[in-house]
Structure formats: structure tokens, C-alpha cells
């Protein structure tokens, strides 16, 4: 059973930095792009930064490039998104997704359950 439990969400202050992460069990962890996804109230699941199974690189949403920072550690089945610079429009429910083929907004074989991120103004 294939299994993705996020942590390290909460209340953070404008301008202020939070780090998710998300523990993978179940699944071929290096075999898998992983990737965070957020959904807003209101709003439709959006993609926001994922890194590949092979070479660990990151692919960004443009509206966090330069912020938000991703790596994934095989060995320990985890992968972790650093956000700075936060801003009020970056609160949302962020999810990790893990995908066998896909990167980006088509990804998510199997998805964690989610975890808030506020950012007051």
C-alpha cells in the first residue's frame, strides 16, 4: 500500500519561510517524480514544483521560481519543499504527489493527504 504522509505545515508571517516534507512508503521511492501541488479555497489542485526520479532536477510553476526550492533524499524516502519569501496568495493546502512517468501538472499516480499552509498579511 503505497503511502504519502506530508508534515510541516502552519501559520507563517508574509515575508516569513516554511519547509514541508513528505515521507513515501510502499513504492519504489528513486523510481518516482515527485512533486508538491497546492489548492487554494475556491480554487482547482495547481501544480507548484517537482523534481525528477533520475537526475533530481526541479521543474517550477512560474509563480514560485526563485522562492520555493525542492530536493528529494532517496535513501531516507523523503522529499522536501523549502518555501521563502512567502506571500498571502501562497496559502493553500500543499500536497505531495509521486508519479512513475509523468512531471508537472499531468502528474500524480498517488497523491498524500495534504497539509495546510497559512501565510498572514
Known amino acids: 500500500q503505497v503511502q504519502l504522509v506530508e508534515s510541516g505545515g502552519g501559520l507563517v508571517q508574509a515575508g516569513g519561510s516554511l519547509s514541508l516534507s513528505c515521507l513515501a512508503s510502499?513504492?519504489?521511492?528513486?523510481?518516482?517524480?515527485m512533486g508538491w501541488f497546492r489548492q487554494a479555497p475556491g480554487k482547482e489542485r495547481e501544480f507548484v514544483i517537482g523534481i525528477t526520479r533520475s537526475s533530481g532536477l526541479p521543474v517550477y510553476a512560474g509563480s514560485v521560481k526563485g522562492r520555493f526550492t525542492i530536493s528529494r533524499e532517496n535513501a531516507k524516502n523523503t522529499v522536501s519543499l523549502q518555501m521563502n519569501s512567502l506571500k498571502p496568495e501562497d496559502t493553500a493546502v500543499y500536497y505531495c504527489?509521486?508519479?512513475?512517468?509523468?512531471?508537472?501538472?499531468?502528474?500524480?499516480?498517488?497523491w498524500g493527504q495534504g497539509t495546510q499552509v497559512t501565510v498572514s498579511s
Open positions: 510502499g513504492l519504489s521511492f528513486s523510481s518516482y517524480n
Open positions: 504527489a509521486a508519479d512513475s512517468s509523468s512531471i508537472g501538472a499531468k502528474m500524480g499516480d498517488y
